[in-house]
């Protein structure tokens, strides 16, 4: 070996490298921005989790169960009025759990063990199993605590009264009751898939297509953009739609998770916004000068999209401005509408915000890509 | 015209690609636009074909406004590129059928169309084969095809003969003479600057401005030495023919092997005096090379 001919090589290739910018940039940014979103961002844990409560009790009792829970500073606690609208919180995704304490909180306090004359319940979403778990373990041994103690402190208001051992924490789980990862991982996996997939494959077709002439000649001929860019995305949309009907019956079939909503609707959904990742795919490529450079790209583009989209790790764990990043995503929509519809089995009216959302994102992006296909500066 | 730009001007930035250019070329007119790598002439097509939006300047083609109205042009004009465009993965008989969709070509007007286009290109073998696997000869006649497939009135070719044999080249210029002699415009970029003389006019751009724009001919007398004839005269026959030249108001100069004469441009009337002068003597012409043509203009930095 020529120790010369190796320096004199690698030379070469770091001036190559250092002198593309976009590559400098990939170096030095993606190391960061992984480390800042898979340590700081992403997280399954319960820290700053919003719990809903509601204290139906409102005694000194209550109160000091709930400045317990407020203390320990593991979740943001926000009241609420009854126990419907901790409900529609929970389903609505404001709230990640919730702690009811009954009316005759203070009285079972001083009941005889075993009678359970009071449940404090804890609910929570079952979809998001890993969190729901975690909080779900976390609150019902921090409430335990927190009731031994005030029976240890003598927290019932009445000196001398017998031990009040009367309460049980009760869990209650809406959707996905029996806490089954795999629809939560199956209705994520639509979204992983529809937006790395689509959005690679089209990110290279126009600049190839460019490279070899072809785009350039399309751009002569009477055809207008918009056919153009139908022209492109349709077949492919096409493709993907029974993409999406196979994975549906695989997960059926294979693992037993069915979507609990219209089969139907969610097909129509997912082809949809098919078309928005293809949409994306095309700025990207018609916006790169190589197909190397869309290829790249396209992973700094998806990773940011997959990962802050919820698919692997919930957003309300994110902090706030992480949060309304991924409210800009339109994988978190489409994410958000996948669940709702294999768990929760919801349909059109229950996620209007969510579909308006993705169409609003849709034809943003479909707007953009026909721009990008003008190429008339 | 059927092409008629005045002032076009496009800026990238601080940087001008296209500086102030004004051309005007007549239905049928082969048109050479030459240039260095760089100078300005893609550009120019690219704006001429509505693909690209001038900073300034007007452009008419075929009596449409194409700054205004550039997909109104698209079905007037064929296109090829330095690219042969012609899709991979199909063959070219899937090209053509594409191409044709495009320009609503199909059925009986499409085989009548195509039948005859494939007999004059000599494209009959290839048909079935794939662009990636014909030589490059037969691929830019496809090409050529395929842009003419819709009977446009003005073909641009963007270097079409980069990359092809000589005879291929040759081959490919009779067809687009041909192309020519049924009235269509022919605006063509080339850096085979021998293949000028294959064209009616020729315009050369140097850092976007237009330096001249001529007939092959006209571009000789202006930026060359001139033609070189040499004659091989008997030394008894010298004095004659050299006076009956002078008097007919060309410069003779005796060479130790002959003689040699230079014209500037071989009119017929240099030709005639020559022919009376050396009657009988064997006679040749040295073209100015379109080399040095082009090496004199962009040195010389003439304007047009």
């Given at each position: 070996m020529n120790g010369q001919r190796v320096l004199t090589l690698m030379r070469r290739e770091a001036r190559a490298t250092l002198r593309d910018p976009f590559t400098v940039g990939m170096l030095v940014a993606v190391p960061l921005a992984a480390l800042l979103v898979f340590g700081f961002t992403i997280s399954a844990d319960v820290k700053g989790l919003v719990l809903g409560i509601h204290d139906a009790s409102q005694t000194p009792s209550s109160r000091r169960l709930l400045a317990d829970i407020e203390a320990n500073g593991q979740f943001k606690p926000r009241r609420f009025a009854d126990r419907s609208a901790i409900e529609r919180a929970l389903v609505g995704g404001q709230i990640s759990a919730a702690v009811i304490i009954p009316p005759s909180f203070d009285r079972a306090l001083r009941d005889a063990p075993g009678t359970a004359a009071a449940e404090v319940q804890v609910l929570y979403d079952g979809a998001e199993t890993t969190t729901a778990g975690n909080a779900e373990a976390f609150l019902r041994g921090m409430i335990g605590a927190s009731i031994a103690s005030l029976t240890a402190r003598g927290g019932?208001?009445?000196?001398?009264?017998?031990?009040?051992?009367g309460v049980a924490v009760v869990s209650r789980v809406l959707f996905n009751p029996t806490l089954d990862g795999t629809p939560y991982m199956v209705a994520g996996t639509f979204g992983f898939v529809l937006t790395f997939l689509t959005t690679l494959i089209t990110a290279v077709s126009i600049v190839n297509e460019r490279l070899q002439g072809t785009f350039e000649q399309l751009q002569v001929t009477p055809a207008t953009s918009l056919e153009i860019f139908l022209g492109k995305v349709l077949p492919l949309g096409g493709v993907f739609a029974v993409d999406v009907g196979l994975m549906v019956l695989a997960a059926g079939v294979i693992m037993g998770a069915w979507p609990n909503g219209s089969i139907p609707f969610f097909i129509a959904v997912s082809s949809f916004y098919v078309l928005t990742s293809l949409a994306l795919g095309l700025v990207i490529s018609a916006t790169s000068s190589s197909p190397a450079e869309a290829v790249q790209k396209t992973v700094l583009t998806s990773i940011p999209l997959v990962q802050l989209s919820?698919?692997?790790?919930?957003?309300?764990?994110?902090?706030l401005p992480v949060q309304w990043v991924a409210e800009i995503f339109p994988a978190t929509h489409y994410i958000r509408v996948s669940r709702a519809i294999y768990?929760?089995?919801?349909g059109p009216l229950e996620l209007l915000p969510e579909l308006a959302m993705l169409l609003v994102f849709g034809l943003l992006l479909m707007g953009v890509a026909l721009r990008s296909m003008e190429a008339r500066a | 015209m059927i092409i008629s730009a005045r002032g076009l001007t496009k800026r990238f930035g601080d940087f001008v690609?296209?500086?102030d250019l004004t051309l005007g070329i007549e239905p049928g007119t082969i048109f050479a636009f030459l240039g260095a790598n760089g100078s300005g002439k893609s550009t120019t097509i690219r704006m001429l074909i509505g693909l690209l939006k001038p900073t300034a300047g007007q452009i008419e083609l075929d009596g449409v406004d194409v700054i205004r109205?550039?997909?109104?042009?698209r079905d007037r004009i064929g296109y090829m590129g330095q690219k042969v465009s012609l899709y991979q993965g199909l063959s070219l008989r899937e090209n053509v059928e594409f191409y044709a969709g495009l320009v609503s070509l199909s059925g009986a007007a499409l085989e009548q169309r195509w039948g005859a286009l494939r007999e004059r290109f000599e494209l009959g073998d290839a048909e079935a084969e794939r662009p990636e696997n014909l030589p490059a000869g037969i691929r830019q006649r496809a090409g050529l095809a395929v842009a003419t497939l819709h009977q446009p009135r003005v073909l641009f070719l963007d270097e079409?003969?980069?990359?092809?044999d000589v005879h291929n080249r040759a081959v490919f210029w009779d067809l687009i003479q041909e192309e020519a002699g049924t009235g269509v415009t022919v605006f063509v970029t080339t850096h085979f600057l021998e293949e000028v003389d294959y064209c009616d006019r020729a315009a050369f751009i140097d850092a976007g401005k237009l330096l001249v724009d001529a007939t092959p001919e006209e571009l000789r007398r202006r930026y060359s030495g001139g033609y070189r004839i040499r004659v091989g005269v008997a030394p008894g026959a010298l004095e004659p023919a050299a006076s009956a030249l002078r008097a007919a108001g060309y410069t003779w100069c005796a060479e130790a092997d002959g003689s040699e004469l230079t014209i500037e441009a071989l009119h017929p009337a240099a030709l005639a005096a020559l022919h009376s002068a050396t009657r009988g003597a064997p006679v040749s012409i040295d073209q100015p090379a379109m080399a040095d043509v082009f090496r004199r203009l962009v040195s010389a930095g003439a304007p047009p």
């Open positions: 019932a208001p009445q000196p001398g009264a017998a031990p009040p051992r919820g698919f692997a790790f919930p957003i309300r764990n994110m902090p768990l929760r089995g919801e | 690609a296209v500086d109205h550039p997909r109104a042009v079409p003969t980069a990359g092809v």
